[in-house]
């Protein structure tokens, strides 16, 4: 069946980065774009960007750029997303979820808690 | 950005009730509208996707309908596990946006 298993828990400090994992098993990695979506407590989710992880293209969110990079390492099938210059705000559940246009199946989210 | 308009924001109604949670699209999205449930602790699970199409496992009970840029779903006859924070989303352009969520209980 399939499965996105997430890296765990992370605190941060502001200005520090965090990288979440995202190993998927059970289908062809390479066949499914992989999404990131955090979700703030108490807001609804927020797309953060997509790579394809065949080609190693992404795509990212406006509100992201210049902070953001999506990578993935396909011979363990796993996908990772590094989030730079950390601020508070920035304190939510990552999620990684598979799909093109709709998402599928997601990852169980990974609380980032960014606090001095 | 296309802005998805969700409402109510919260809902409560008897067992049995039929319930109906709409989502309005800034812009016109076809039919690239998905659904998810959400319950506390979990992440997002699709229940609709392309406007009314049911994903698979989900009970016929959900139901989606609508294009351009008015959605709604439907839960025919609501069940206790049917308490949830319901989410929709657009696909037609990037950045792909949510709803601020329905939160259904029971009455």
């Known amino acids: 069946q399939v499965q996105l298993v997430q890296s765990g828990a992370e605190v941060k400090k502001p200005g520090a980065s965090m990288k979440v994992s995202c190993k998927a098993s059970g289908y062809t990695f390479t066949g499914y774009y992989m999404h990131w979506v955090r979700q703030a407590p108490g807001q609804g989710p927020e797309w953060m960007g997509w790579i394809n992880p065949n080609s190693g293209d992404t795509k990212y969110a406006q509100n992201f750029q210049g902070r953001v990079a999506m990578t993935r390492v396909t011979s363990i099938s796993t996908a990772y997303m590094e989030l730079s210059r950390l601020r508070a705000d920035d304190t939510a559940v990552y999620y990684c979820a598979r799909g093109d246009w709709r998402f599928d199946y997601w990852g169980q989210g990974t609380l980032v808690t960014v606090s001095s | 950005d296309i802005q998805m308009t969700q409402s109510p924001s919260s809902l409560s109604a008897s067992v049995g009730d039929r319930v109906t949670i709409t989502c309005r699209a800034s812009?016109?999205?076809?039919?690239?509208l998905n659904w998810y449930q959400q319950t506390p602790g979990k992440a997002p699970n699709l229940l609709i996707y392309a406007a009314s199409t049911l994903q698979s496992g989900v009970p016929s009970r959900f139901s989606g309908s609508g294009s351009g840029t008015d959605f709604t779903l439907t839960i025919s006859s609501l069940q206790p596990e049917d308490v949830a924070t319901y989410y929709c989303?657009?696909?037609?352009?990037?950045?792909?946006?949510f709803g601020h969520g329905t939160k259904v209980e029971i009455k």
């Open positions: 989303q657009q696909s037609y352009t990037t950045p792909q946006t």
């Open positions: 812009q016109s999205i076809s039919t690239y």
